[in-house]
C-alpha cells in the first residue's frame, strides 16, 4: 500500500515538471529563436512477481511498476517559421547553424537574429552583446547594411565582415542558458553553418501552441488523477490504523 502512494506520488512530481516544461513553451510561444523543450520520463526499475508458497523457484508470473522520473528535458532544434520584418538589421537563419555572439560570459549562440546598431557602429543582440564575425565583432560604419544569403556583411557596396555562424553535428552538446541563448559543452567541436541567412526576416519558436495547450491540458490531468490516487491510499491508510487496529 504504502509503495502504491509512493508511485502515484513519483506521477505527480513528473507531472509537475512536464507542466513547467510546457507553461515555459507558451510562454515564448512569441520568441524569435526559441526552441521548444521536451521533459522526457522513465520508469523506476520494475519489481518482479512471483507466486507465494511456492518455494524458491517460485515462478516469476510478472512486474510491477515503482514509478516514474524525469529523465531529461531535451531541447527541440526543429527549424521554425520565418515572418518577414523589413528592417534591414533582422536575420534568421534558414536550415542548421547559429549566429555566434560574445558575452560577459564568453562565446555564446543564438537563433534570435533580432539585431540592432549599436551606439558604436558595432552588430549587437536586442541585449547589447556583440554579434561576431569571423575576424571579431562586425562594425558597420556607414549608412547602408546588407546581407547575403552566405552571411557576408556589406556596408555602403563595400564587403565588411562575414558573419560567424556555426554548429554541431550533436546538438546535445549545446545547453540553454536563458534569453535565446544556448552555450557550448567543454570540448564541443563547431564547424561551419550549413544554413542560409535571410536578410529582413526573424525566425519564429518553434512552438505549436494548439499542441502545448494539449499536452498542458493533459499533464494536468494526469496530476489530478495521481493526486487522487495519494489521497486513495493515504484514507485506506487511516482506515488500516484507526479501525483495522481496533478490533
Not at 88 to 99: K, N, P, Q, S, W
Not at 156 to 172: P, S
Request: proline share 2%; net charge negative.
Amino acid at each position: 500500500m504504502i509503495r502504491g502512494l509512493y508511485t502515484a506520488a513519483s506521477g505527480m512530481l513528473a507531472e509537475a515538471e512536464r507542466i513547467d516544461v510546457t507553461s515555459n513553451n507558451l510562454a515564448n510561444a512569441n520568441t524569435a529563436g526559441f526552441k521548444k523543450d521536451v521533459a522526457v520520463t522513465k520508469d523506476f526499475a520494475n519489481i518482479l512477481i512471483s507466486r507465494v508458497n511456492d518455494g524458491e523457484e517460485a515462478p516469476v508470473i510478472g512486474g510491477m511498476g515503482t514509478g516514474v522520473l524525469v529523465d531529461e528535458v531535451a531541447t527541440m532544434h526543429t527549424g521554425g517559421s520565418i515572418r518577414t520584418t523589413g528592417n534591414a538589421f533582422d536575420l534568421a537563419i534558414e536550415g542548421r547553424g547559429f549566429f555566434a555572439v560574445q558575452t560577459p560570459q564568453g562565446l555564446r549562440y543564438t537563433r534570435n537574429g533580432t539585431f540592432a546598431k549599436s551606439t558604436r557602429n558595432q552588430l549587437v543582440t536586442s541585449d547589447g552583446y556583440q554579434v561576431l564575425g569571423e575576424n571579431g565583432p562586425i562594425t558597420i560604419d556607414g549608412n547602408k547594411m546588407s546581407v547575403d544569403e552566405n552571411g557576408r556583411v556589406i556596408v555602403d557596396n563595400e564587403v565588411v565582415g562575414q558573419l560567424r555562424m556555426e554548429e554541431f553535428a550533436d546538438e546535445k552538446q549545446i545547453s540553454k542558458e536563458g534569453s535565446s541563448l544556448f552555450a557550448a559543452a567543454q570540448g564541443a567541436q563547431a564547424q561551419p553553418a550549413t544554413g542560409s541567412v535571410i536578410q529582413g526576416a526573424l525566425e519564429m519558436s518553434n512552438v505549436n501552441v494548439v499542441g502545448e495547450m494539449v499536452n498542458l491540458i493533459t499533464n494536468y490531468r494526469s496530476y489530478e488523477i495521481n493526486a487522487k490516487v495519494v489521497r486513495s491510499h493515504d484514507d485506506l491508510l487511516g482506515k488500516a490504523a484507526n479501525d483495522i487496529a481496533k478490533l
